[in-house]
């Protein structure tokens, strides 16, 4: 029953995330706008997509982040911070976001003229966001310093004048009003949360979520996220951070969290905005990396299972990665990515702290360009497809050796369609660099095949050349089988699709081996041939081992 319930999560995960999954960086060592200019290129080195980044009000003024104060703020304080982000043209760090947090929180929700700050600082900071060409602003509703307490009713200081239900009433319409401005100036903007409605996560699974809000640290944000749902326009992505996350350590808490998220945290959002939350909030999660170096006496540890700390991040990333909608932060304390005067954060830098944490935030972020990276380190390795170039007319394969026959199938492949009357052969004349390929012709769907046997974790770089002639469709498909030969969950499975070129097509992909499988099977497939002018070759197939 738990396997179909874990299959169901991870068909609907798929179904709803849409687009490349994306890894921000976060933490004490956060650049401010100055830093972020002096230092990008450095910084872009890391494996990351973005970072959230500090802007300064100029000095004496304080930071940009302090929004929920009712302190004025003038226009021209946010000038330097502009011209900085202005200045700048990131490549690979596509998605940047501006720190806003919860302090001061001294500003009771029934006070107009202190709430007509809040909404234009909210304004202000996503007017710069927009100017600065960043993909949106990261809220933090912890607060750091006292009063501490934005979302805790028994903070206010109106708190005797007003009820709970009162108090979320006025938290709903203030809500409102910062998503007008922020929207106003940012239709498109990602209001990215290092968490939502995850926080009450066990209170909307209560009966009456609503009593236990009333003593919750946080039991104000679902109304203020009620706010923003009634007037965001559909163009603004909101994120649930999931902070709870720092302490995950399966799949299962990853697949968990999701469902707890987009299903029973939707008891804290209003009916009529039920739809709009389901569509227009992302979950996403938070990796705590302090938790992998930190010792084992800490309340803050992930618990290895017998493996090195960084081949257990390694997992969980790529869990969050696989769970999330979209993005995944990582969030880290004691060690650094890049250059910060924070004295809290030690002189060693991540990978020093953790080897190998940067092959792990390399590879889940976009494997192919890891691989490639991997391949130029390593230097030359081994092709474990035999018979890759169609050269050979004699291979030793896993069941023995193996002679080609005139009119048969390439030393080392076997075949299979579904239906008789196509043909797998070898082509002794017709190949990519050199004479000799593997040719379907005429196949409604079969395929070449081969397989290679493998252990659980292993990663490895699958290429190859197609040259497709007449009709149809032809591409490489990669399965697993269990190491008694069995078929394994086809949902695994993955595709190379050839890349556009004028004749020969290369196709390539990286594969991770899963749990429980002993083989990787790789077929050479053609689909849609209906004529004997309908033909695929395919040549110089190379699996390539990464680890």
């Not at 490349?20 to 933490?27: D, E, H, R, V």
């Not at 509703?141 to 307490?149: S, V």
Request: charged fraction near 20%.
């Amino acid at each position: 029953m738990q396997r179909w319930l874990v299959m169901c999560l991870v068909a609907l995960t798929a179904t709803l995330a849409q687009g490349p999954k994306k890894l921000i960086a976060t933490g004490w060592d956060n650049a401010d706008t100055a830093r972020l200019r002096a230092n990008l290129a450095e910084m872009e080195q890391r494996p990351f997509d973005g970072t959230v980044i500090r802007a300064s009000l100029g000095e004496g003024h304080g930071w940009v982040g302090a929004t929920f104060s009712a302190t004025p703020w003038e226009p021209a304080w946010l000038e330097t911070a502009a011209a900085d982000l202005k200045a700048i043209t990131p490549r690979s760090f596509t998605d940047l976001f501006l720190w806003v947090g919860a302090n001061p929180g001294n500003v009771d929700w029934f006070d107009d003229a202190g709430w007509q700050a809040v909404v234009e600082h909210w304004r202000l900071a996503a007017r710069l966001a927009k100017q600065g060409n960043v993909r949106g602003l990261l809220f933090d509703p912890e607060p750091y310093t006292e009063p501490f307490r934005q979302f805790d009713v028994s903070a206010q200081p109106q708190r005797a004048e007003h009820t709970f239900a009162a108090y979320e009433a006025k938290a709903r319409e203030r809500g409102q009003e910062v998503m007008r401005a922020v929207a106003g100036e940012f239709p498109d903007l990602v209001l990215f949360c290092y968490f939502l409605n995850s926080v009450n996560a066990a209170i909307a699974a209560q009966p009456d979520p609503h009593g236990p809000l009333a003593s919750s640290a946080y039991g104000l944000l679902p109304a203020f996220l009620n706010g923003w749902l009634d007037v965001a326009p559909p163009s603004v992505v909101m994120v649930d951070g999931c902070e709870s996350a720092y302490r995950y350590n399966s799949k299962v808490e990853y697949l968990n969290a999701y469902h707890r998220i987009k299903g029973t945290c939707q008891r804290l959002v209003a009916p009529e905005n039920r739809a709009k939350y389901r569509a227009q909030v992302q979950v996403s999660f938070g990796v705590y990396l302090d938790a992998y170096v930190n010792p084992p006496t800490s309340p803050w540890y992930i618990d290895p299972k017998g493996e090195t700390p960084v081949a257990r991040l390694r997992q969980n990333v790529e869990a969050a990665l696989e769970v999330a909608d979209e993005y995944v932060w990582a969030y880290g304390e004691k060690h650094r990515w890049w250059p910060t005067p924070n004295r809290g954060v030690n002189e060693t830098d991540w990978p020093t702290a953790l080897p190998g944490i940067d092959h792990v935030f390399g590879f889940a972020r976009n494997p192919l360009a890891w691989a490639t990276s991997r391949l130029a380190a390593l230097g030359e390795r081994p092709n474990l497809a035999l018979n890759g170039d169609f050269g050979q007319a004699t291979v030793t394969t896993l069941d023995g050796p193996v002679t080609y026959r005139e009119g048969g199938l390439p030393a080392g492949w076997s075949f299979w369609q579904a239906a008789e009357g196509g043909r797998g052969e070898w082509d002794r004349e017709a190949g990519c660099r050199a004479p000799g390929s593997g040719r379907l012709t005429k196949i409604g769907n079969g395929c070449l095949i081969q397989r290679l046997k493998v252990q659980p974790g292993e990663r490895y770089l699958i290429r190859a050349q197609r040259r497709l002639e007449g009709q149809g469709q032809a591409l490489i498909r990669v399965r697993w089988q269990t190491p008694d030969g069995k078929w394994f969950d086809e949902t695994r499975d993955q595709f190379l699709v050839p890349r556009p070129g004028a004749d020969w097509q290369p196709l390539e992909g990286v594969v991770q081996i899963p749990e429980q499988v002993g083989y990787l099977v790789v077929l050479l497939s053609a689909s849609g041939q209906e004529a004997e002018t309908d033909r695929v070759w395919y040549d110089d197939v190379e699996i390539l081992s990464l680890d």
